[in-house]
């Protein structure tokens, strides 16, 4: 689980400053080299599936070796739940880091404030930002500079078994989080189906909290905004969707039940993300019927506007990097619209280019259902460090919320305790 800045990481900021070679600033603005004479070997961390999506990359890398024959590169694949510790102790230790990371876009902000990656404002890495789709360029950003570049991105959405909507008689997908709930209702009463089954994951409250108006935290008034009236709004409405409309929630292996009730059939409706359809459809509902998963935007709250956390990962490059102007051109050439539409036809996952969206890709019933709610709803996740540490409090109060072992109000104003602890210096309403 992420942590905040400690005091031995900040000294760390100070020596990686004095001693990276070439990591400053100065770096971005210092005349690039020419391709053709950047040479060296430089060690990339993949995060990606290393059974499935991992033999696309390790091509890509090869091809990028034959166009820069003066570069090498090591790749090495490292687990996605190991790779955070493992990068910022190198990175804090200044031993072993990898030359360029592929890194989950909530931890960009955490290691930018850290001074583990380089700003690429400037360099070979970031060429023509303007083909990016605006919510994932967005994750890469902190404190006005540029931090990474988006490699793949990814959303949360309404996923739902259109077979089971239709013999309910619902002609649409909710727009609504009070659709949801008597959609439910009226899918149990007429299939004997749940509406949904609800995920205690604090990941997939985030919908619930944007919809609703409500956030985590406002930096830019340094306030604490995870216990107001919008918040509180909003997980009474999670509290009535477990209550209401969830199949029983075994909190123990709450994600792995609920994709097994989903793909069967015992469920209509998830909030979940495009990594879950090659999953979904092995069951019976979806199996060899593909065109019976249907896709929808989370529901929209009292505000009106449906949104959810925008995912996925970038390429950062390490700060410290002694390869940055090979590092630059590998993130650029992993990252072009090329390699883009490479990784989607071979992996199915999302690209982060416009340019990406080929007929072909596109062509990809996961790829085309989400590509519009991607665009109508993504956002990105409070910029703070310290965000991934306020999802461990946030989890563990949504859970007692839900358990019915706290009420909302007190459960939200304990976890605004706790996130006070965690952001120094921010107020509490």
Not at 242 to 259: L, P, T
């Amino acid at each position: 689980m992420r942590r905040g800045i400690s005091i031995a990481a900040a000294v760390t900021v100070i020596a990686l400053s004095a001693t990276a070679c070439g990591g400053s600033d100065d770096n971005a603005s210092s005349k690039p080299k020419d391709p053709k004479d950047v040479s060296g070997t430089i060690t990339y961390w993949d995060t990606s599936d290393a059974a499935n999506e991992a033999p696309a990359y390790k091509a890509l890398i090869s091809e990028f070796e034959a166009k820069y024959p003066k570069i090498k590169v090591n790749y090495q694949n490292v687990p996605f739940t190991d790779v955070e510790q493992k990068f910022k102790s190198a990175a804090k230790s200044g031993k072993g880091a990898p030359d360029v990371v592929r890194t989950d876009v909530g931890l960009m902000a955490e290691y930018a404030s850290l001074g583990y990656i380089a700003p690429l404002d400037g360099t070979a890495a970031l060429k023509d930002t303007s083909d990016f789709n605006t919510g994932p360029m967005n994750t890469a950003k902190y404190n006005g500079k540029t931090y990474g570049v988006p490699s793949v991105t990814d959303t949360l959405a309404l996923l739902y078994n259109k077979d089971l909507l239709k013999k309910a008689g619902i002609s649409k997908p909710p727009a609504t989080w009070d659709e949801f709930i008597a959609d439910s209702k009226t899918i149990k009463k007429k299939t004997g189906a749940y509406g949904t089954y609800l995920n205690p994951d604090a990941y997939f409250l985030l919908p619930l909290l944007y919809s609703n108006g409500a956030d985590m935290a406002q930096p830019s008034e340094k306030k604490i905004t995870i216990s107001d009236a919008a918040a509180v709004k909003a997980l009474t409405t999670a509290k009535q969707i477990n209550d209401e409309a969830s199949m029983k929630v075994d909190f123990a292996n709450a994600y792995q039940n609920m994709q097994t009730a989903f793909k069967n059939g015992k469920v209509a409706m998830l909030v979940q993300g495009p990594w879950s359809v090659g999953d979904d459809l092995t069951g019976k509902a979806f199996k060899g019927k593909e065109s019976n998963l249907g896709y929808a935007p989370v529901p929209a709250g009292e505000g009106g506007k449906a949104q959810a956390p925008t995912g996925g990962h970038n390429l950062a490059v390490y700060q410290g990097s002694g390869n940055l102007d090979a590092s630059y051109l590998f993130t650029q050439f992993m990252t072009s619209t090329k390699s883009q539409v490479t990784i989607a036809e071979k992996t199915g996952t999302l690209p982060t280019r416009k340019s990406a969206y080929t007929d072909k890709v596109t062509s990809d019933a996961k790829i085309a259902g989400f590509k519009p709610i991607l665009e109508q709803t993504a956002r990105p996740r409070v910029a703070l460090p310290q965000v991934g540490s306020l999802f461990t409090p946030l989890a563990q109060n949504y859970v007692k919320i839900l358990q019915g072992d706290t009420s909302v109000k007190s459960g939200l104003d304990a976890t605004a305790k706790e996130f006070q602890k965690l952001l120094p210096g921010y107020s509490i309403g």
